[in-house]
């Protein structure tokens, strides 16, 4: 028997998401002025004896049903999995001493449940109207749909904007790479806006989450918006950086918001150089645009050592690695390279 997969934060928050019959449920509870608790059964809730009272429902889930419970003042207890209400009006009693920042009642007990029995808790508050979800250390507030959209609106803007800034920053970088003019400032300014579109891709990727089907267009725009931009920064620091490129994108991921608009703490950490100092590409990023494979990329840039060595090798240099396609390749090289110098590829 196959093993269920452990469920994260992600999955409980899918399961929330507008048009669900869970989130049903919630906005139900909300627009009727209620409160209510709802815990996904774990075996810690049984044997750390954290339920007292209440009676046991076994009924098959529908959100008809686990909306007219909520209408009582205890917790609602259903599967992991959620196709049954297990039991209704259960106090829920978790230890005390579990800290927790909440202030209300129902709220203290839901986050202390969370923690205590590893589990997913939801907590609908009466008098604010907000409902918040718990998962072990996790809290987190459930946004309205109008909210989310307004929030991801704003996101794809920004994201528009930084993607027009990186395809100009890139198609003046490949101008300076024709020209042996790239200095290290060229490079930090480029994985800078890189690096930038992807931690605001990574903040609103819950929002998308949570939004479920309702956001589904503006995630098309999304994707449009992403595509391609790891993979350029990827070439460019395999191009430039010190580092390996594994120790290079760990470096990158652990760079705040604020640590990246420091150019020169990149040019540090990433390429080991001051930003003044000219600097040549070892070749992947060009020779990615032609009909090699990864391995053949690797070989031809061990061979020329960088850029400018490479637009000037000869075919004889490559026979041992292209044979009958080294003539053709080089007149490739020449071409891409006339196709980026008048603006013709963005690489």
Known sequence: MAVEKEKTFIDFIKMVSPGTPLRTVIDDVVRSDLGAMIVFDTPNLHSQNIMEGGFRINSRFTAQKLFELCKMDGAIIVSSDLKRILYANI???????????????????????????????????????????????????????????????????????????????????????????????????????????????????????????????????????????????????????????????????????????????????????????????????????LSLSAKEISQIVKISKNLENLLKIESKELEPLLRNRSSSIIEDIGNLREQILNGKVIC
């Open 91 to 289: 106090l829920m009693n978790p230890d005390t001493s579990v800290h927790t920042l909440e202030t209300g009642t129902r709220h203290k007990a839901a986050e202390r449940t969370a923690k205590q029995a590893h589990t997913f808790t939801i907590a609908v508050s009466e008098r604010r109207k907000k409902t918040t979800l718990y998962h072990g250390q996790s809290r987190y507030y459930l946004k309205s749909t109008e909210e989310l959209t307004r929030n991801i609106s704003s996101n794809l803007q920004i994201l528009e904007k930084q993607r027009e800034m990186l395809d100009e920053q890139i198609s003046n970088l490949n101008i300076l790479e024709m020209s042996e003019l790239v200095s290290i400032g060229d490079i930090c300014k480029v994985i800078q806006r890189a690096e930038i579109i992807l931690k605001i891709s990574e903040s609103i990727k819950r929002n998308f989450t949570e939004l479920g089907k309702e956001g589904n267009i503006m995630h098309m725009r999304y994707k449009e918006l992403l595509r391609g931009v790891e993979k350029r920064e990827n070439e460019i620091l395999r191009d430039y950086a010190t580092l390996s490129l594994k120790k290079s994108k760990t470096l990158l991921s652990n760079i705040t918001f604020e640590g990246l608009l420091d150019i020169e703490s990149i040019a540090r950490l990433i390429l080991e150089k001051p930003l003044e100092e000219s600097i040549s590409p070892r070749g992947y990023r060009f020779l990615s645009h």
